[in-house]
């Protein structure tokens, strides 16, 4: 419908002829889609001395329903009924058009209800979604853990298939992610405190930052992120999308419960996977940062590890790995929750993907700073 | 609106397929299809399972390529044409997919609208009028013009996708399994609906069917697919009198004109 520049006078269109009663237009040339523009400027320029009665058609070359509703949208405009109308000299054809867009004229002419809504109303309704978000995932944590609890009653329950197969995908699978984004953590980590260190010539004090901040805060919190965008996405991915194609239905069907099929075995594999991958971590920060330093600050790789084995004590190993599995348990339940929420419309899956990558990496760093205050009053 | 059978004004038919052949690997799915369809015709595409229908018609309106051979809409080489043309001459027909293919993230209003903010250069007050139109044209209430796809029931979703199709007043229609998952209530209006293209707005509507009723109530002529061939091309009275076994299982069922009860008219 490439519309051409308007070489033509409102005369090509429409022209008028009054007498006593009232008007008559006549119609001419191709009234289609790709005219209506011209149409309607030629309409407007129409003299309106007297009110239509008669519209002439017998000069058009062709109608097709735009150009049929474009006439009786500018009569209506007019305040004229088409109905007290005249047509004539249509051919059988065009009548036929006319006749089919005046019949759905009244559901034309409706305006939809426009529904604006202010900004505090939008702040409201987004703080009550959150509230209703956050409220049911603990819900949902509720049903999770009384799923374990059956399991552990029901030893026979556990289905074993299914957790190698989730431990593999989101644990072993996950090693080498881990491993090589720790690594360079731990190398740049490094870097940044020896910057520091060499200053007052205190390049040693390297391995106590590097061991301390990794295990106890860094390792955790970093791998437990790039876990809520691995798993936590893969999770509601997978479940919205079964959910979608009614395989979760046929599940409950066949007698099985999703919730022992589905998920448990991903919340338990990722509950099991993650104080091991924060390990990974730990391990990797470590290499990497001991490697950086024997490269650009003069620590040799004995005397780092000489200082690692004072420096980093037990409690800070442990400090770092008991955060892993409380992580893992509120990334896996906002995942899987997500997932199963989705309903017939596919864009839920986009949507309630991203949602659960960002509220798992919120309520991983909430919960750290939640270990922070209680470690302290523990005086781990 | 000519005649049935009419070709357009250039001497070509509206739809032109001329020894098709198609292969996925080692798998020949079709091996010299031809056939033609004229203006104004409502043609039925039939054949069993796995005879490659959808993906003939997925040819046609320029989605595959096939392996060899020839398919012209409207004048247009769809395989072979320059991306500008087959963009012009995909303004100047429509295709139903399926379940509808209506944009998940926009309401009906807006999907039907699609077409026409994006081809014409009409203002969004002249767009909106036609939109509503095309709802009503596609016999769907006006509120639903507001609603969103998932809020719509499967016939629902594919009016609405009749309506989004007839948005640039298409010369061609292609529909793929309209009246599939319908009650035959729904199914029967949908039949009466692609009539009314073809009756009152001189569409030419091209569609993929299992529906019996369908075929043997408001369709003008039949097309057979049968191992990777037309074993079939006429009005349906002549394809039932085919003396094809798949042909002759097919429309066991039924005689022209009755759905195995009384009923003896003729849906037109």
Known sequence: MTTTPDSSAPGDWVSVETSVPGATLFLSGEWKLGSVMRIERALRAVPGLRPVVNVHGGALTALDTAGALTLLRHLKSLAIDPATIDFEAFSPVHQRVLDLVSGRLADVTLEPAVHRRGLLAKVGRSAEDLARLVTGHLSYLGLVASGIANTVIHPRRLRLNELASQFEQVGIRAIPVVALVTFLIGVV????????????????????????????????????????????????????????????????????????????????ALVVALPLLVFVGDVMSNLGAMLMAAATLDLPSPTYLERLSIALTMSHFVVGLAKAPVFALFIAVIGVRMGMEVSRDTRAIGIYTTSTVVQGIVSVILLDAVFAVLFQKLGV | MGRPGDTD???????????????????????????????????????????GKSVLLREIIGLVRPSAGRIRVLGVDVAGAPAAELAAVRRRFGMMFQDGALFSSLDVAHNVAVPLFEHTDLPPESVWPLVRLRIALAGLPPETGAKMPSELSGGMRKRAAIARALALEPEVIFLDEPTSGLDPITARAFDKLMRFLVDDLGITVFLVTHDLDTLLTVVDRLIVLANGKVIGDGPVSDVMALDDPWVRSYFAVRTMGTTGSERGEHGT
């Open chain 1, 189 to 268: 980590f490094a870097y940044l405190l020896g910057l520091q260190a060499e200053r007052y010539g205190a390049n040693i004090f390297i391995v106590d930052g590097v061991a301390i901040g990794m295990t106890r805060e860094f390792s955790p919190i970093i791998v437990a992120v790039i876990i809520a965008g691995r798993s936590g996405a893969a999770f509601t991915a997978q479940l919205g999308t079964m959910k979608l194609t009614e395989e979760t239905d046929a599940i409950r069907v066949l007698g099985l419960s999703p919730m022992d099929v589905l998920i448990l075995p991903r919340v338990v």
């Open chain 2, 9 to 51: 004004m250039i001497g070509n038919a509206v739809i032109d397929v001329e020894n098709v052949v198609t292969r996925f690997g080692r798998q020949t799915v079709h091996n010299g299809v031809s056939f033609s369809v004229g203006r104004a015709e409502l043609v039925a595409l039939i054949g069993g399972s796995g005879t």
